[in-house]
C-alpha cells in the first residue's frame, strides 16, 4: 500500500497557486479555441453582427457584434462567452467595429457580469466598489483592463453602458488560465476590526468577496483567500494602493467568536477529487498576537447529499516564535475524495490572519479505505470540540453479523485486485516511457518545408490571408497548411529548462566556435574560448541569466559590459531632478513585478531641459513621456537595480534611441522619465496600414509606402549600430519596442515587454522568466546566449515584421513548443529548419539580407554597420 500511494503522488503533478501577474494568456476568442457556438447575445442587429464575430483583431461578417437598435442608459444587452471550465480571468480587451473604415461604433464603457455554474450571476466590482469599466474611444484600438480583482467564472458576459442613445459594437478578447484548484466557494466568519492601543485599526474583511453575507457569516462565493494576492510579513502593509490598512488578510479575534478557539471554514469543489494537500497563506506577526494556526482538522463530503465522513484528517504545526514572516503552512490530506471539505483552524495566539488558501489535488478518484461508522456533522449544535473519530467495535452487539461478513471480504478484494492493475500500469507506462527517451526523433521529410521562396520584384498589393497575431497556434482556416501540421513531435520537457540541457547531443566544435565567437557575451553567461570543449552535458540552458532579461518595472534590460553597472547610489546619477508633481499621469503603459511604466504629460519640461533638449517641436508646455516608476515595497535589490537602469539609460544619445530625460529620485517613489513618441509603437502604426497602389479604395485607410519601410528600416539598424558600438546588447528588439512620431523617425524603446498587450509575443519559463522566443537566435534559447550577433538575428525579424505590415506574428502557424523545437534544428544544421517565409513587400535582396541575419553560424552574420551600409542606398537624403 505504501509503494502505491508513493507511485501515485510521483506520477501525478499537484497543481500550484496562481499568479495573477503571469495568468494573463489569451483565451481563444481571437484564435477561434472558443468557438461560435459558445459565444451568445442578448440580441443582434443583423445577422453578420451576430455574437460569433465579437473576436479582438478580426473583422468578418460585419466587423463585429452589434445589439439591435439603439442602445439606451436604460438597456441591458449583454454579449456572452461559455469559456468551457473554470478558469481565473484576469484581462478583458474590447475593440469596436472598424470593418475596414466602414463603421464606427464601438463601447465607450462596459459591466462584466460572471458566473460559475450559468445559474447564478454575480457582478464585477473593482477593489474600491466600481461597477463600470472604461471602455474604447475610438472603433480601431484595442483597449485592455486589468481586472482588480481578478474572477473565477466559466460564463461571462460584458454588458455595454452608455449614457446618450446611440449605436454599440464590440469585439472582445478574454485572458487569464484554467482555475485547476476547482475551488467554486468557501465559507467562514467574516472579518473583524483590530483595534490595539497604539496601532491603527485595520479591517481584516473579505472586502471582494462575490457571496452571500447572512448573520455575520460568508456563504457561497469566494473572495480575496483566492484571488492570488498574497499578504506581506507586516499585515498593516497592503499590496494595493488606496485601500485601507489589513485589505490583503481576511481575519479573526479568538475571544469574539461563537465557538471560541477555532474558525470553521467550509469548502465546495467543482467535482469530486482526491486531495493531497492544502496550502494556507497565514501570518506570523507574534508581536500583535498574530500566529500561524496551532493545529486544524478537516472532514471529508464524497458527495453533495452524503453526509460528513467519520473520520477526519488532523495536523498540528510547528510553532515559530522567532520569526515574523508570514508563510504558507501545507497541511497533509492523505489523498482523501471528497467534493466538499469542512475545516476547524485552531487559534495559537489571540488573532489568526489567511491571506491566501489552495488545494492540490488529483483528477484520478481512487477508493479511500474508511471506517464503518458516519458520526453527525461537525457542526452539531453545541459542538465546539473536535469530535473524536469513531469506530466499528465488533463486541458491541452479541456476535458478529455473518451475512456481511462475505460481502466486506468481496470488496476488500476487489480494491486490492484493483490496486494491482493500477500499479501494474503505471509500472508499465514509466517503463514504455524510458524507452521512448531513447529513440531519437524522427521528422519525416515530407513533414518539413523550407520556405526559402524569393519575392518578385513587383510589390503585391495585398497580401494573402494570415492568421491573427497571436502566441497559440490558429485553428482557423488560415491554419490548414499541410506544411505546418504536425512539424515536430511535441515533448512536454521543453517546458523545463533543467531538462533541456540533455535534449540535445553535445556541441561540436563548430557549434562551439559558433556559439563563443563574435559579438559581445553577458558577464554572467557560461564562457568558452575556440578549441576549448564545454564541460558537462551541452548545450547550457542559462536560466538564471533569463530570467534577468526582464528589469524590475518590467521593461527588459540591457546587457552591457560589467564595467557601466557597478554599484552605485542616488549621488552617481547625473540626470536632472524633474519635479514630479508635473508629471500628469494619462495611462498605465505596462508593469513588471516591483513597478509600473506609465504614460504622462511632463508640464514645463521642454523649459526644464532648456536648449538642446532632445525633444520634439510642441507648444512648450508640455510634453508626452513615459515613466518608470519602482514601488515604494520594493526589494532593496530592486532598488540597486533601478539605480542601475538609470545609469545605464544615462550613457545612451543617439536621434534613433529612447532618451533619459530626468529623474525623481530625491524621494520615494523613485521615477526615471523618458521620451515617448506620439505615434506610439512601430506594430501598433504598421498593423493599421496598408500598401500605397495606384488603386483607389473608397474607404481611405492610412497607407505607407515602400521608401517609409525603408528609411524606418534603416533608422533601426543606425540605432541599433549605436548600442554595438558601446557593447550593448539589446536582447529584445522587435516592432513593439519602437517608437514611432509624426514624421516617421524612430526611437529604439526597451519597455514593450512590459506591456499586456503584447503579451503572446512572450513565452514563460513555469511562470518565472518572459522569453520573446520568436525573436530570439537558436544560441539564445538554447545557451542564454546573448550578444550583438543575437540582436541581428531579432533585428532580421524585426525588418520580417515590418514588410509585412506587422500583420502576422512570426512562425505564426507554429505553437511556442515547435519554435523552441525549430531553435534544436538549427543547431543540429541537418536541413530540417524552418525559417519564415519571404514577404510579398519586400525586394529579394532584402529578404536575402533577413537570410543572412539568421545564419546558424555566428561568424556569417551581419554586424550592424554592415547592415547600415547595406540599407542606406536604398533611401533617398
Given at each position: 500500500?505504501?509503494?502505491?500511494?508513493?507511485?501515485?503522488?510521483?506520477?501525478?503533478a499537484?497543481?500550484?497557486?496562481?499568479d495573477?501577474?503571469?495568468?494573463?494568456?489569451a483565451?481563444?476568442?481571437?484564435?477561434?479555441?472558443?468557438?461560435?457556438?459558445?459565444?451568445?447575445?442578448?440580441?443582434q442587429?443583423?445577422?453578420?453582427?451576430?455574437?460569433?464575430?465579437?473576436?479582438?483583431?478580426?473583422?468578418?461578417?460585419?466587423?463585429?457584434?452589434?445589439?439591435?437598435?439603439?442602445?439606451?442608459?436604460?438597456?441591458?444587452?449583454?454579449?456572452?462567452?461559455d469559456?468551457?471550465?473554470?478558469?481565473?480571468?484576469?484581462?478583458?480587451?474590447?475593440?469596436?467595429?472598424?470593418?475596414?473604415?466602414?463603421?464606427?461604433e464601438?463601447?465607450?464603457?462596459?459591466?462584466?457580469?460572471?458566473?460559475?455554474?450559468?445559474?447564478?450571476w454575480?457582478?464585477?466590482?473593482?477593489?474600491?466598489?466600481?461597477?463600470?469599466?472604461?471602455?474604447?474611444?475610438?472603433?480601431?484600438?484595442?483597449?485592455?483592463n486589468?481586472?482588480?480583482?481578478?474572477?473565477?467564472?466559466?460564463?461571462?458576459?460584458?454588458?455595454?453602458?452608455?449614457?446618450?442613445?446611440?449605436?454599440?459594437?464590440?469585439?472582445?478578447?478574454?485572458?487569464?488560465?484554467?482555475?485547476?484548484?476547482?475551488?467554486?466557494?468557501?465559507?467562514?466568519?467574516?472579518?473583524?476590526?483590530?483595534?490595539?492601543?497604539?496601532?491603527?485599526?485595520?479591517?481584516?474583511?473579505?472586502?471582494?468577496?462575490?457571496?452571500?453575507?447572512?448573520?455575520?457569516?460568508?456563504?457561497?462565493?469566494?473572495?480575496?483567500?483566492?484571488d492570488?494576492?498574497?499578504?506581506?510579513?507586516?499585515?498593516?502593509?497592503?499590496?494595493?494602493?488606496?485601500?485601507?490598512?489589513?485589505?490583503?488578510?481576511?481575519?479573526w479575534?479568538?475571544?469574539s467568536?461563537?465557538?471560541?478557539?477555532?474558525?470553521?471554514?467550509d469548502?465546495?469543489?467543482?467535482?469530486?477529487?482526491?486531495?493531497?494537500?492544502?496550502?494556507v497563506?497565514?501570518?506570523?506577526?507574534?508581536?500583535?498576537?498574530?500566529?500561524?494556526?496551532?493545529?486544524?482538522?478537516?472532514?471529508?463530503?464524497?458527495?453533495?447529499?452524503?453526509?460528513?465522513e467519520?473520520?477526519?484528517?488532523?495536523f498540528?504545526?510547528?510553532?515559530?516564535?522567532?520569526?515574523?514572516?508570514?508563510?504558507?503552512?501545507?497541511?497533509?490530506?492523505?489523498?482523501?475524495?471528497a467534493?466538499?471539505?469542512?475545516?476547524?483552524?485552531?487559534?495559537?495566539?489571540?488573532?489568526?490572519?489567511?491571506?491566501?488558501?489552495?488545494?492540490?489535488?488529483?483528477?484520478?478518484?481512487?477508493?479511500?479505505?474508511?471506517?464503518?461508522?458516519?458520526?453527525?456533522?461537525?457542526?452539531?449544535?453545541?459542538?465546539?470540540?473536535?469530535?473524536?473519530?469513531?469506530?466499528?467495535?465488533?463486541?458491541?452487539?452479541?456476535?458478529p453479523?455473518?451475512?456481511?461478513?462475505?460481502?466486506?471480504?468481496?470488496?476488500?478484494?476487489?480494491?486490492i485486485?484493483?490496486l494491482?492493475?493500477i500499479?501494474?500500469?503505471?509500472l508499465?507506462?514509466?517503463?514504455?516511457?524510458?524507452?521512448?527517451?531513447?529513440?531519437?526523433?524522427?521528422?519525416?521529410?515530407?513533414?518539413?518545408?523550407?520556405?526559402?521562396?524569393?519575392?518578385?520584384?513587383?510589390?503585391?498589393?495585398?497580401?494573402?490571408?494570415?492568421?491573427?497575431?497571436?502566441?497559440?497556434?490558429?485553428?482557423?482556416?488560415?491554419?490548414?497548411?499541410?506544411?505546418?501540421?504536425?512539424v515536430?513531435?511535441?515533448?512536454?520537457?521543453?517546458?523545463?529548462?533543467?531538462?533541456?540541457?540533455?535534449?540535445?547531443?553535445?556541441?561540436?566544435?563548430?557549434?562551439?566556435?559558433?556559439?563563443?565567437?563574435?559579438?559581445?557575451?553577458?558577464?554572467?553567461?557560461?564562457?568558452?574560448?575556440p578549441?576549448?570543449?564545454?564541460?558537462?552535458?551541452?548545450?547550457?540552458?542559462?536560466?538564471?541569466?533569463?530570467?534577468?532579461?526582464?528589469g524590475?518595472?518590467?521593461?527588459?534590460?540591457?546587457a552591457?559590459?560589467?564595467?557601466?553597472?557597478?554599484?552605485?547610489?542616488?549621488?552617481?546619477?547625473?540626470?536632472?531632478?524633474?519635479?514630479?508633481?508635473?508629471?500628469?499621469?494619462?495611462?498605465?503603459?505596462?508593469?513588471?513585478?516591483?513597478?509600473?511604466?506609465?504614460?504622462?504629460?511632463?508640464?514645463?519640461?521642454?523649459?526644464?531641459?532648456?536648449?538642446?533638449?532632445?525633444?520634439?517641436?510642441?507648444?512648450?508646455?508640455?510634453?508626452?513621456?513615459?515613466?518608470?516608476?519602482?514601488?515604494?515595497?520594493?526589494?532593496?535589490?530592486?532598488?540597486?537595480?533601478?539605480?542601475?537602469?538609470?545609469?545605464?539609460?544615462?550613457?545612451?544619445?543617439?536621434?534613433?534611441?529612447?532618451?533619459?530625460?530626468?529623474?525623481?529620485?530625491?524621494?520615494?517613489?523613485?521615477?526615471?522619465?523618458?521620451?515617448y513618441?506620439?505615434?506610439?509603437?512601430?506594430?501598433?502604426?504598421?498593423?493599421?496600414?496598408?500598401?500605397?497602389?495606384?488603386?483607389?479604395?473608397?474607404?481611405?485607410?492610412?497607407?505607407?509606402s515602400?521608401?517609409?519601410?525603408?528609411?524606418?528600416?534603416?533608422?533601426?539598424?543606425?540605432?541599433?549600430?549605436?548600442?554595438?558600438?558601446?557593447?550593448?546588447?539589446?536582447?529584445?528588439?522587435?516592432?513593439?519596442?519602437?517608437?514611432?512620431?509624426?514624421?516617421?523617425?524612430?526611437?529604439?524603446?526597451?519597455?514593450?515587454?512590459?506591456?499586456?498587450?503584447?503579451?503572446?509575443?512572450?513565452?514563460?519559463?513555469?511562470?518565472?522568466?518572459?522569453?520573446?522566443?520568436?525573436?530570439?537566435?537558436?544560441?539564445?534559447?538554447?545557451?542564454?546566449?546573448?550578444?550583438?550577433?543575437?540582436?541581428v538575428?531579432?533585428?532580421?525579424?524585426?525588418?520580417?515584421?515590418?514588410?509585412?505590415l506587422?500583420?502576422?506574428?512570426?512562425?505564426?502557424l507554429?505553437?511556442?513548443?515547435?519554435?523552441?523545437?525549430?531553435?534544436?534544428e538549427?543547431?543540429?544544421?541537418?536541413?530540417?529548419?524552418?525559417?519564415?517565409?519571404?514577404?510579398?513587400?519586400?525586394?529579394?535582396?532584402?529578404?536575402?539580407?533577413?537570410?543572412?541575419c539568421w545564419s546558424?553560424?555566428?561568424?556569417?552574420r551581419?554586424?550592424?554597420?554592415?547592415?547600415?551600409?547595406?540599407?542606406?542606398?536604398?533611401?533617398?537624403p
Amino acid at each position: 500500500m505504501h509503494l502505491f500511494l508513493l507511485l501515485i503522488l510521483h506520477a501525478t503533478a499537484a497543481v500550484g497557486q496562481i499568479d495573477p501577474a503571469h495568468c494573463r494568456y489569451a483565451l481563444g476568442m481571437e484564435d477561434g479555441r472558443i468557438r461560435d457556438e459558445d459565444i451568445t447575445a442578448s440580441s443582434q442587429w443583423y445577422e453578420t453582427t451576430g455574437p460569433q464575430y465579437a473576436r479582438l483583431n478580426r473583422e468578418e461578417g460585419e466587423g463585429a457584434w452589434c445589439p439591435q437598435g439603439q442602445l439606451e442608459p436604460s438597456d441591458t444587452q449583454y454579449l456572452q462567452v461559455d469559456l468551457g471550465r473554470l478558469t481565473f480571468l484576469t484581462v478583458v480587451g474590447t475593440q469596436g467595429r472598424y470593418a475596414r473604415n466602414s463603421g464606427n461604433e464601438f463601447a465607450r464603457a462596459y459591466r462584466l457580469n460572471y458566473s460559475r455554474d450559468s445559474v447564478l450571476w454575480k457582478s464585477w466590482k473593482s477593489r474600491l466598489g466600481k461597477e463600470v469599466i472604461q471602455g474604447n474611444k475610438n472603433a480601431y484600438e484595442s483597449v485592455i483592463n486589468d481586472l482588480h480583482p481578478p474572477v473565477i467564472a466559466r460564463h461571462v458576459r460584458l454588458i455595454p453602458v452608455t449614457k446618450p442613445s446611440t449605436a454599440v459594437c464590440m469585439r472582445v478578447e478574454l485572458y487569464g488560465c484554467p482555475w485547476d484548484d476547482g475551488l467554486i466557494s468557501y465559507s467562514a466568519p467574516e472579518g473583524q476590526l483590530l483595534m490595539a492601543p497604539g496601532y491603527p485599526v485595520a479591517s481584516l474583511n473579505d472586502s471582494t468577496y462575490d457571496g452571500a453575507h447572512e448573520r455575520r457569516r460568508l456563504l457561497g462565493g469566494l473572495g480575496q483567500l483566492t484571488d492570488g494576492v498574497v499578504g506581506l510579513d507586516d499585515f498593516l502593509v497592503t499590496r494595493q494602493l488606496q485601500v485601507w490598512l489589513g485589505y490583503d488578510y481576511l481575519g479573526w479575534r479568538n475571544d469574539s467568536l461563537g465557538a471560541p478557539g477555532h474558525v470553521e471554514m467550509d469548502f465546495l469543489f467543482d467535482k469530486q477529487r482526491n486531495f493531497t494537500s492544502m496550502k494556507v497563506h497565514s501570518n506570523n506577526m507574534f508581536s500583535r498576537g498574530v500566529k500561524i494556526f496551532s493545529s486544524v482538522t478537516c472532514w471529508f463530503k464524497p458527495r453533495l447529499i452524503a453526509s460528513w465522513e467519520a473520520e477526519p484528517v488532523t495536523f498540528k504545526t510547528v510553532l515559530d516564535d522567532r520569526n515574523p514572516s508570514a508563510r504558507y503552512v501545507t497541511v497533509p490530506l492523505r489523498r482523501r475524495a471528497a467534493r466538499a471539505l469542512r475545516c476547524r483552524f485552531f487559534f495559537a495566539d489571540v488573532w489568526m490572519m489567511f491571506s491566501e488558501i489552495s488545494f492540490q489535488s488529483e483528477d484520478t478518484i481512487l477508493p479511500t479505505l474508511m471506517t464503518l461508522s458516519v458520526t453527525p456533522s461537525p457542526a452539531s449544535e453545541g459542538s465546539t470540540a473536535t469530535p473524536a473519530p469513531t469506530t466499528a467495535d465488533p463486541s458491541a452487539s452479541g456476535r458478529p453479523d455473518d451475512g456481511n461478513t462475505p460481502i466486506l471480504i468481496g470488496c476488500l478484494v476487489t480494491i486490492i485486485l484493483l490496486l494491482v492493475i493500477i500499479i501494474f500500469l503505471i509500472l508499465w507506462c514509466q517503463y514504455v516511457c524510458k524507452v521512448l527517451e531513447k529513440a531519437p526523433r524522427r521528422i519525416l521529410d515530407e513533414e518539413v518545408t523550407v520556405r526559402l521562396s524569393s519575392c518578385s520584384d513587383t510589390i503585391v498589393l495585398q497580401t494573402p490571408p494570415v492568421p491573427p497575431r497571436s502566441g497559440h497556434t490558429a485553428t482557423g482556416p488560415t491554419s490548414t497548411d499541410p506544411h505546418y501540421e504536425r512539424v515536430f513531435l511535441l515533448d512536454p520537457q521543453y517546458q523545463n529548462p533543467a531538462v533541456l540541457r540533455n535534449k540535445l547531443p553535445e556541441l561540436s566544435q563548430s557549434a562551439e566556435a559558433s556559439a563563443c565567437g563574435g559579438g559581445y557575451a553577458e558577464p554572467d553567461v557560461t564562457q568558452c574560448t575556440p578549441h576549448q570543449g564545454f564541460h558537462g552535458p551541452a548545450p547550457h540552458y542559462a536560466e538564471t541569466d533569463i530570467v534577468r532579461l526582464q528589469g524590475v518595472t518590467g521593461s527588459n534590460m540591457y546587457a552591457v559590459p560589467a564595467l557601466t553597472v557597478d554599484s552605485l547610489t542616488r549621488k552617481d546619477i547625473s540626470a536632472a531632478e524633474f519635479p514630479r508633481q508635473q508629471l500628469v499621469f494619462r495611462e498605465k503603459l505596462g508593469e513588471g513585478q516591483f513597478g509600473e511604466v506609465h504614460l504622462c504629460e511632463a508640464e514645463g519640461l521642454p523649459e526644464f531641459l532648456g536648449e538642446g533638449s532632445p525633444l520634439p517641436d510642441g507648444d512648450g508646455c508640455s510634453v508626452l513621456v513615459a515613466v518608470k516608476q519602482l514601488r515604494p515595497d520594493a526589494t532593496s535589490q530592486a532598488r540597486n537595480d533601478f539605480l542601475k537602469e538609470i545609469k545605464i539609460m544615462s550613457r545612451l544619445n543617439d536621434p534613433n534611441i529612447i532618451r533619459l530625460l530626468c529623474v525623481c529620485v530625491t524621494s520615494d517613489p523613485l521615477c526615471m522619465v523618458t521620451e515617448y513618441m506620439e505615434n506610439g509603437d512601430l506594430n501598433m502604426f504598421l498593423s493599421q496600414r496598408e500598401m500605397e497602389s495606384t488603386l483607389t479604395h473608397a474607404n481611405s485607410i492610412p497607407s505607407v509606402s515602400l521608401s517609409d519601410l525603408l528609411h524606418m528600416s534603416v533608422q533601426i539598424s543606425s540605432g541599433m549600430k549605436y548600442l554595438a558600438s558601446l557593447n550593448f546588447v539589446h536582447r529584445d528588439l522587435a516592432t513593439r519596442n519602437c517608437l514611432l512620431d509624426r514624421r516617421l523617425t524612430i526611437k529604439i524603446a526597451d519597455f514593450g515587454m512590459s506591456r499586456n498587450l503584447y503579451s503572446s509575443d512572450y513565452y514563460r519559463i513555469q511562470g518565472r522568466a518572459v522569453l520573446p522566443i520568436r525573436w530570439m537566435a537558436w544560441e539564445s534559447i538554447l545557451l542564454g546566449k546573448f550578444t550583438t550577433a543575437s540582436d541581428v538575428w531579432a533585428f532580421g525579424v524585426t525588418l520580417w515584421e515590418i514588410f509585412t505590415l506587422c500583420k502576422e506574428q512570426p512562425y505564426s502557424l507554429l505553437s511556442d513548443e515547435q519554435v523552441i523545437e525549430n531553435t534544436g534544428e538549427f543547431f543540429r544544421n541537418q536541413g530540417r529548419q524552418i525559417f519564415l517565409y519571404a514577404p510579398p513587400l519586400c525586394p529579394p535582396s532584402l529578404f536575402e539580407l533577413m537570410m543572412r541575419c539568421w545564419s546558424r553560424d555566428i561568424p556569417d552574420r551581419p554586424t550592424f554597420e554592415g547592415l547600415y551600409q547595406a540599407l542606406r542606398p536604398h533611401v533617398g537624403p
